[in-house]
């Protein structure tokens, strides 16, 4: 298996580079600074690429199984402090399904959020504290994210993970609920492992039950 992953040197891909590495797979980590990343591996390879431009990202996704984005914006300060737009996450999968059509690669997992899209009876928790206080412009911009592609990329394998609050311990071995369409899961934890994360992403990479998918996954809470 060889993989693409966008934003390694963040928690999240660096989770996803090492667990990918574990699992024995070739690796090509593409970030704006390789400095970063200081994981030695023959199975790693680290490119410096400009994320937002296709041409650059295209030989990089040649002979690649799957791509996985882990980029990600930094939350703090929401509408009520009125933060420019968040447009990182649409910006940035233009020039990826641009890249992965001119290379031939089908399969694209890419991480989002619970509450990508504003939905009826939300918690408090994602109604006030997430939307109107920390991340709603970067929600917003995921949930425009996922429309792109559900409108317009059709003739990719995509699957989008929408996550809860995310934690930088260790894998937790808990079971992990997934639901197709779902916004949140009312069942399940409002926090995951970055590492189980990892997991997952890299467990539905020939899961055909979530191509051109949104997902919202979390531990399940009864077992």
């Known amino acids: 298996m060889k993989i693409s992953v966008l934003g390694a040197t963040g928690p999240s891909g660096l989770q996803t580079v090492l667990e990918a590495l ?62 420019n737009k968040c447009t990182l996450y ?14 031939g690669v089908k399969r694209l997992i890419a991480m989002s959020s619970w509450g990508s899209a504003v939905t009826e009876g939300e918690p408090f928790l994602m109604k006030w504290v997430l939307r109107r206080l920390l991340i709603g412009e970067i929600l917003e911009n995921i949930g425009e994210m996922e429309d792109y592609l559900n409108q317009e990329c059709q003739d990719i ?7 809860p609050w995310l934690s930088n ?25 970055r590492r189980d994360v990892a997991k997952y992403l890299l467990d539905i990479i020939n899961d055909s039950s979530v191509y051109k998918a949104c997902v919202a996954i979390g531990y399940d809470k009864k077992k």
Request: aromatic fraction near 6%; proline fraction near 4%; glycine fraction near 12%.
């Open 90 to 103: 649409t910006d940035s999968i233009r020039s990826i399904v641009g890249a992965m059509r001119k290379s």
């Open 169 to 193: 311990g260790p894998s937790t071995e808990k079971p992990i609920q997934a639901e197709n369409g779902r916004q949140y899961l009312e069942n399940s934890e409002t926090q995951i492992s």
């Open 22 to 83: 574990e699992r024995g797979y070739s690796v090509v980590a593409l970030v704006r600074n390789p400095d970063k990343l200081t994981i030695k591996d023959d199975k790693l390879q680290v490119c410096k690429v400009d994320i937002f431009k296709e041409d650059e990202l295209v030989p990089h996704f040649g002979g690649c199984d799957a791509v996985v984005s882990c980029l990600g914006e930094g939350g703090g300060g929401g509408s009520l402090f009125g933060r």
């Open 157 to 163: 394998n995509f699957t989008t993970v929408r996550l």
